[in-house]
Each structure stands twice: as structure tokens, then as C-alpha cells.
């Protein structure tokens, strides 16, 4: 490890050792031990950590114009009801933008989509059917006797 490592670890993770890395912690002790630079540095920022932990801020109360302001901008706002509709009335008003000749439009769109997937599944499935088990099993279907399969 460098001096420019362990500044950068300084910065990130503070001057107290057990918040470092622990893959990077053996090499900064390590670097601790041989250069009083990196000593330094680490003593610099523990100042500084102490300095931000024990620093007092003031406490800010905002001003009766900014509450005023604030309260009125809440007022205008329209009810949560009406600035987020349900899904149901977004689909329904993204699809009347595709379609603005009617209302039944959408629906008549989406029911045609949702039967074309529906005919295309299932002439898809048709290639999957051996030719012998669909006789098979349409022979088991007329016949009590129990299901042989023979290979």
C-alpha cells in the first residue's frame, strides 16, 4: 500500500481502522508501522472525525413564509386519487392515443391481439404430437382396457 491509498482510505472510511476494508486493513497497519507520514495523515483525520462528531449545529426552524408557502403549493395539489389512476384506466387511455376512433377500438385491438397469440399457441403445439400417441391415446379414450405404451 501507498501513501495515496491510504490517503484515499482516510477520506472514504475515516481515521478509525476497524471501518476500512477488511482485504486493505493488514496493508494499512502494515504502512502504519514504517512511515510516520501515513501516522500523520491518520492523527489529521482523526482531528477532523472528532471535529464533525463533537461539532454543535444550529438548529433551523424555517420561516412562517416557507410554511405558508409550502402549505399552500400542498393545497393546489390535485388528490392522490386523481394524480395516480389505476392501471386499468391507463392501459384503457395509452391505447385510445393508438386508436382515437372510438372508445371500443382499444378493446376490439386487444381482444384481437389476446386471439391471435391464443390460435398461434395452439398451432404451435400441434407439431409437437407424435402421430402414433395421438392414436394411441384416442384408442385408450374409446376402450375401458388400461393405457400400454410399447416403444
Not at 501513501?3 to 482516510?10: H, K, N, P, S, V
Amino acid at each position: 500500500m501507498n501513501l495515496d491509498r491510504f490517503t484515499d482510505l482516510l477520506d472514504i472510511y475515516g481515521a478509525d481502522p476497524q471501518l476500512w476494508p477488511a482485504r486493505e486493513r493488514a496493508a494499512a497497519d502494515a504502512l502504519l508501522a514504517v512511515s510516520p507520514d501515513a501516522r500523520e495523515l491518520q492523527h489529521a483525520a482523526l482531528r477532523f472525525d472528532n471535529h464533525l462528531l463533537n461539532a454543535a449545529l444550529p438548529e433551523l426552524e424555517p420561516s412562517d413564509a416557507l410554511r405558508a408557502r409550502i402549505f399552500a403549493q400542498m393545497a393546489a395539489m390535485p388528490a392522490a386519487s386523481a394524480a395516480a389512476p389505476g392501471w386499468r384506466i391507463q392501459i384503457t387511455e395509452a391505447l385510445s392515443l393508438l386508436f382515437p376512433a372510438g372508445r371500443a377500438m382499444p378493446q376490439l385491438a386487444a381482444l384481437a391481439l389476446a386471439l391471435f397469440i391464443g390460435i398461434g399457441a395452439g398451432l404451435s403445439n400441434f407439431s409437437l404430437i407424435d402421430t402414433q400417441e395421438a392414436e394411441l391415446v384416442a384408442v385408450q379414450l374409446a376402450s375401458t382396457a388400461p393405457l400400454v405404451y410399447e416403444e
